[in-house]
Structures are given as structure tokens and as C-alpha cells.
């Protein structure tokens, strides 16, 4: 997988800013019609790396090892070289071929973020509020966005005059050619800051933590996107926030598990609650719930709760509790004990099992009987 880090000469936590800038100078230095046809291999290498690392959902995959572009990365360097083509030729040819026709705003909009949160299970089956803590490009409190530090309006650019271009003659193999490029000092904007705020350094934005809140739907999964509005990055020069996307991971809980709209639980209960049947209260995430498990259960038998699972998403209908009984058969009993089950066995002899064991695909649900199982254990 290629170093595009390496490719614009940057280090792995570089800022926006810095990419940015790494490129504009890369893409002048090796542009095939300023550099030589030699240069147009590391033209593209500059602007696939500039294509990754310029995009926070890219630049997330490739930081876990993952490269967002196709395996074929020639064929997707060449197709993002491309696409961006009316910007790379208006940045060297933009007066002759109507490229850019005035400076950059410092205001410009955000970009979205992404960003992830875990939640209890019971805050999927109901819904609620949760916080959620994320380091964001947010408005400059120093200088409240403007960029300077004592709030002055910045001025014409000395350099190109307040048009954010600036005017070469360049050689080509078409011959000599008027190149319009953005005008280094002061990037494009055709003014400058006389007085940058040293918190921000003119941009009118820092990357601080910030605390939001996020209302959970009743019904996500795990693998769920939020998506919240204007709460992304906040844009250059106090520009107004991208969206915020929040993708929702769901934690494992200890008692209940989830399969689609419906919580399932297992309890396990003693021999004779399930020979005789029995009353008992099991926990469930409405508060403690009777359940009466009938006479003659057998193992993996199974009880539902109607309306107690998670709440459809978009919907106020809920799906189920489904119990399943995990019946506990005595591996060790008293000589009282096996006489009582010997006798329970002799008076119901006719409704056994006959001493060949039944055979059961696996497919079936159905296990062996209690009073099998207690033979088995008496052997």
C-alpha cells in the first residue's frame, strides 16, 4: 500500500492545512506541462494522495490500514486526476481558458465528521439521550472567528493586489503560455491578516473537544449512522459546521440478547419446577415479570413475553421476550433420592421410553426426555 503521507512530505497527524498546502506546491512543482511529460507518474501519485488524504472518511480507512481507492490504484489516481482536471487547469491556465476569475472567501463551509458511540442495550430497545465526546474544528473563542487578533479587517494582498492570482510566463511544449496560479502569500484570498490571532493563526477555527448531545432512536442496531445536522467542523474563517455522522455500536449485555426485534434470556430452573411446573419472577428490562413455566417443560422449551422486546425503530410496536428454560438434571444423587426416582419410574413404567434409545436427526429441536436423561446419569 503506497505512503501518501510520504508522497506529500507530511507526518501522520498533519493538519488540513498542511495537506493542503503540500499539495498546491507538489501539484506546481510536477505538473507534466511546467516539469517535463517525465514528471506525469508523480503528478498523479501527488493528486491520489491529495484524493485520500483530503477526505476525513478516506483519510480514516487508510490511518487503519485500509486503502479507500481500488486495488487497481493506477486506473483511480488517473480517474481522480482527471475529474479534478478543470481545477489543476484553471490553477496554471485560469485567465486564458476562464478559470478562476476573482480571490477565495475566508469564509468557507465545514466539512462533515464522523465519529462512533457505544450504547447499553437498553437504551436501543427503549431510545434516549446520549453524550458524545469529539475533537472537532469549532469557532475561535479569541477572536469569535474573524481570524484577527484584534478583531481589524484584513487587508489587500500586496502581491496580487486583491485578486488571489498571480500571473507567470511558463514554458511549455505548446511554447511560452500565461499561467494563472493562486498567489502564495496569501493563499488565494487576496487579502491578508496584518494581525493573526495567535490561537487560531488567522483561520478563525481550532480543534478542541466538545460535548454532544445525541438523541438514540428506539430500535438502532449495532452498525447504525446518525446523522446529526451543523454538527460537524466548523469552516475557515468561522464558516457555517458540516453534519456530524455518528455510527452506533451496541453493547453486549449480560442477561439478554438481541436478534432483530426480539431479547431473548435463559433461566435455569431445577428438575421439578419443570416436571411439576412452577410460578417464579424473572427480570426484564420493564421491571420484573410473573412467568409460569407449565408441567411436563422440557429442556430448551420456550416461554414469550409478548411486547417486552426492542421497540421497532420508527414505530411504537415492540417485539418479544422469548425465555428459554436450561433445566438443571442432578448429576449426583442420595440413596433416598434414587430409590424415589426408581419408584417414580417403576409406577409409570408404561409411558417410558422403551430401553432402546430413540433416534433424532440433528435438525430436530427436541432433545432426549428427563427420565432418559436420568437413566443415562444413573449408568
Not at 485578486?163 to 507567470?168: E, F, L, P
Not at 428490562?285 to 422449551?301: H, V
Not at 428454560?325 to 424415589?340: G, Y
Request: aromatic share 6%; net charge negative.
Amino acid at each position: 500500500m503506497a505512503d501518501y503521507y510520504e508522497t506529500l512530505g507530511l507526518s501522520r497527524n498533519a493538519t488540513d492545512d498542511e495537506i493542503k498546502k503540500a499539495y498546491r506546491k507538489l501539484s506546481r512543482k510536477y505538473h507534466p506541462d511546467l516539469a517535463g511529460p517525465e514528471f506525469e507518474d508523480k503528478f498523479k501519485e501527488v493528486n491520489t494522495a491529495y484524493e485520500v488524504l483530503s477526505d476525513p472518511d478516506k483519510r480514516s480507512m487508510y490511518d487503519q490500514g485500509v486503502d479507500p481507492l481500488s486495488p487497481g490504484g493506477g486506473a483511480g489516481a488517473y480517474g481522480a486526476a482527471a475529474g479534478d482536471f478543470g481545477d489543476i487547469f484553471n490553477s496554471f491556465f485560469g485567465s486564458a481558458f476562464g478559470g478562476q476569475s476573482g480571490p477565495i472567501s475566508r469564509t468557507q463551509p465545514g466539512r462533515d465528521s464522523l465519529a462512533s458511540m457505544t450504547i447499553d442495550l437498553k437504551i436501543a430497545v427503549f431510545g434516549g439521550t446520549e453524550s458524545l465526546k469529539a475533537t472537532l474544528y469549532s469557532v475561535c473563542d479569541a477572536c469569535s472567528g474573524a481570524g484577527s487578533a484584534d478583531g481589524s479587517a484584513p487587508v489587500t494582498c500586496p502581491d496580487c493586489h486583491g485578486s488571489g492570482s498571480v500571473q507567470r510566463v511558463v514554458r511549455t511544449m505548446l511554447g511560452q503560455m500565461m499561467s494563472s496560479q493562486p498567489c502564495e502569500r496569501c493563499e488565494g484570498f487576496g487579502t491578508i491578516i496584518e494581525n493573526p490571532c495567535a490561537s487560531c493563526l488567522g483561520h478563525g477555527r481550532v480543534k478542541k473537544q466538545r460535548t454532544i448531545s445525541v438523541s438514540v432512536p428506539a430500535g438502532v442496531q449495532d452498525g447504525t449512522r446518525l446523522r446529526l445536522g451543523s454538527q460537524g467542523e466548523v469552516g475557515e474563517g468561522g464558516g457555517p459546521a458540516g453534519d456530524l455522522y455518528v455510527d452506533i455500536t451496541v453493547r453486549a449485555h449480560d442477561t439478554f440478547t438481541r436478534d432483530g426485534n426480539d431479547l431473548h434470556c435463559w433461566i435455569r430452573i431445577p428438575m421439578t419446577w419443570a416436571v411439576l411446573g412452577h410460578t417464579t419472577q424473572i427480570e426484564t428490562f420493564d421491571g420484573e415479570r410473573e412467568i409460569s413455566i407449565p408441567a411436563g417443560s422440557q429442556p430448551d422449551d420456550t416461554l414469550t413475553l409478548n411486547d417486552l422486546g426492542v421497540t421497532r425503530l420508527n414505530r411504537t410496536e415492540r417485539g418479544n421476550l422469548v425465555v428459554h428454560l436450561d433445566v438443571i438434571i442432578p448429576k449426583k444423587l442420595s440413596n433416598q433420592e434414587k430409590k424415589l426416582i426408581s419408584d417414580f419410574e417403576e409406577l409409570n413404567k408404561e409411558s417410558q421410553l422403551s430401553d432402546k434409545p430413540e433416534q433424532k436427526s440433528k435438525t430436530m429441536k427436541k432433545g432426549k426426555g428427563f427420565f432418559e436423561k436420568l437413566r443415562e446419569t444413573f449408568a
